[in-house]
């Protein structure tokens, strides 16, 4: 018997078993981060309990009711929309993996439904606030200092290729393509992507790589692309400030961090022409219904142009 991490029943030996598999799987077959593996199983753990309350001591036994039941009494407790709509996501790919391995008849979460999330993105940027953010980066880095170097080089990098705050510390030199002006990025799950960069980004990355990085670099750096003040590879807090520091240097803009610039640039890329597919594979997105999210934020701009300039509007 196991006694479970939160206040609550002692789990049957059956339950913690496959709950301690099924994080073996999420670790070394599906490759996920630290951070979600532990929200996967926090969410396990809950619904475990909750079906071990109901008598249930196999994962075998589990039904839709349980599900359903486990859901109900999160919303009871006033969990919000988005968690619930997590948790049963999670629910979800657990059953499904139950299914898929023999640990259970069918996949009794199929059917299992959730209610909607909130579906909304931060601020963007307009183009020029977003030429602005660099131009006052560039201009404090005119004195050549290497710190100033990689601060223009990673915001061209983030907005010209709209990839995560963790995609761009994870980065090393030889993910790198001067040639094609392509990098390779490792996203969520380790999934691999090329992700193409323009002319400007070239330039500032160029300049980092030749002046900025070999001032920096200490012993144990390796091949990290971009580095901290003591010359190892840079973490996502340091870049996050970077960024929110920076945006106080444009006047109106809003106050945006490394997403907020990242869906600054898909923005851009869909009000630019490009086409929603292409958007996806820049951005990494699994489905194509998360970056249908950009749509909204570009009908809206085009509503309020059409508003402001047609006379019978």
């Known amino acids: 018997m196991a006694v479970s991490k939160d206040e609550g029943p002692v789990l049957p030996e059956p339950l913690v078993r496959v709950l301690g598999e099924y994080e073996r799987h999420l670790i070394s077959e599906r490759d996920l981060a630290a951070h979600t593996v532990r929200a996967y199983l926090g969410d396990l753990n ?4 909750h079906a071990s309350r109901l008598g249930i001591d196999n994962v075998g036994e589990l039904d839709l009711r349980a599900l359903r039941s486990w859901l109900a009494k999160q919303q009871s407790l006033g969990k919000s929309r988005t968690t619930l709509a997590r948790r049963a996501s999670a629910a979800r790919v657990f059953t499904a993996w139950l299914a898929r391995t023999d640990r259970a008849v069918g996949d009794v979460g199929a059917s299992l ?3 909607k999330k909130h579906q909304s993105l931060p601020p963007v940027l307009r183009t020029d606030e977003a030429a602005d953010l660099i131009r006052a980066a560039a201009t404090l880095a005119d004195d050549g200092s290497p710190l100033g170097l990689r601060d223009v080089a990673m915001l061209e990098l983030l907005y010209a290729t709209a990839i995560r705050v963790g995609e761009l510390v994870g980065l090393d030199i030889d993910d790198l393509d001067t040639g094609r ?6 996203g969520k799950g380790r999934k691999e992507r090329s992700v193409p960069y323009g002319v400007p980004a070239a330039r500032a990355v160029d300049r ?4 900025g990085r070999p001032a920096l670099r200490v012993d144990g750096a390796g091949a990290a692309l971009f580095l901290g003040a003591r010359g190892r590879r840079i973490d996502q807090r340091m870049v996050r400030e970077l960024v929110h520091r920076r945006i106080t240097e444009v006047p109106g803009a809003p106050d945006i961090g490394p997403h907020g610039l990242r869906h600054t640039a898909a923005t851009h890329l869909l009000e630019g022409g490009a086409d929603l597919r292409s958007v996806q594979e820049i951005l990494g997105h699994a489905s194509l219904a998360t970056t249908q999210l950009y749509t909204h934020v570009t009908t809206d701009r085009l509503r309020q142009a059409y508003r402001q ?3 019978r509007a």
């Open 208 to 211: 980092w790589l030749t002046l």
């Open 181 to 186: 002006r392509v990098i390779r990025v490792f």
């Open 113 to 115: 439904g959730s209610p």
């Open 46 to 49: 809950s619904l475990l309990e």
């Open 309 to 311: 300039a047609h006379p």
